[in-house]
């Protein structure tokens, strides 16, 4: 396997609502990302994992919580999001030290 | 600020023919470079990367390019096919400051022309 497997595809929620998305990977990386993309413009990290403990958090709105349960699986939990936090959010993961990521498909989140 | 450039936006070639992304940094410190292709939908893909250390990296119809003392960065498709027309990021890090975070400039479409 060789994949980096986002869900849900898309997600829709009301500024109330809480929600997560989900992010796994098999290939025994150590490290995994949350990136979050608007249209036209390029990734922009917002939290790194190394061997499950968070290591960098590029000051993201405490709406935004990471989560990361096991060597296999990053979670991000929503809240009381903003219509601007509308993107596409993408996982990705990488070995320990590795130069380049292997990234999952995205979540296109929509925030009403 | 913005450390990593791709200052153009858009890009059409002919199919055959040899089609020429750049890339511009600020930070002395980038070592490592990448280049994703990101097709709508889906999330980028990883290419082809290159060292400081290296002045070319070739993999099949893909070369880098880096220039150190320019700060400049060129991925060149030989021969470019209709499948290649994507949206193009260079990112790079700092790899020696024991980082991983990559930083992505802004992107260039590209338009292989059948």
């Known amino acids: 396997d060789t994949e980096v497997t986002q869900t849900p595809k898309h997600l829709v929620m009301g500024m109330t609502n809480k929600k997560s998305l989900k992010c796994e990977q098999h290939m025994g990386h150590r490290a995994m990302y949350w990136y979050k993309q608007k249209a036209k413009k390029p990734p922009e990290l917002m939290f790194v994992y190394s061997y499950e403990k968070l290591s960098i958090n590029e000051s993201v709105p405490s709406r935004f919580s990471p989560e990361c349960p096991n060597s296999s699986l990053l979670n991000l939990h929503l809240h009381a999001l903003q219509p601007e936090d509308s993107a596409l959010y993408l996982c990705?993961?990488?070995?320990?030290?590795?130069?380049?990521?292997?990234f999952g498909s995205g979540t296109r989140l929509t925030v009403v | 600020d913005q450390q990593v450039k791709q200052n153009s936006p858009s890009l059409s070639v002919q199919e055959g023919r040899i089609s020429i992304l750049n890339c511009d940094y600020t930070?002395?410190?980038?070592?490592?470079f990448l280049w994703y292709k990101k097709y709508p939908a889906e999330g980028p893909t990883f290419l082809i990367s290159?060292?400081?250390?290296?002045d070319k990296n070739e993999d099949g119809r893909f070369t880098v390019f880096l220039n150190k003392s320019a700060k400049h960065l060129s991925l060149h498709i030989v021969p470019s096919q209709p499948g290649d027309s994507a949206v193009y990021f260079c990112?790079?890090?700092?790899?020696?400051?024991?980082?991983?975070?990559?930083?992505f400039g802004t992107g260039t479409r590209l338009k292989v022309l059948a």
């Open positions: 990112a790079a890090s700092a790899q020696s400051s024991g980082t991983y975070k990559y930083i």
């Open positions: 290159i060292s400081s250390i290296k």
């Open positions: 930070n002395s410190m980038f070592d490592y």
């Open positions: 990705a993961s990488s070995q320990q030290g590795d130069y380049g990521y292997t």
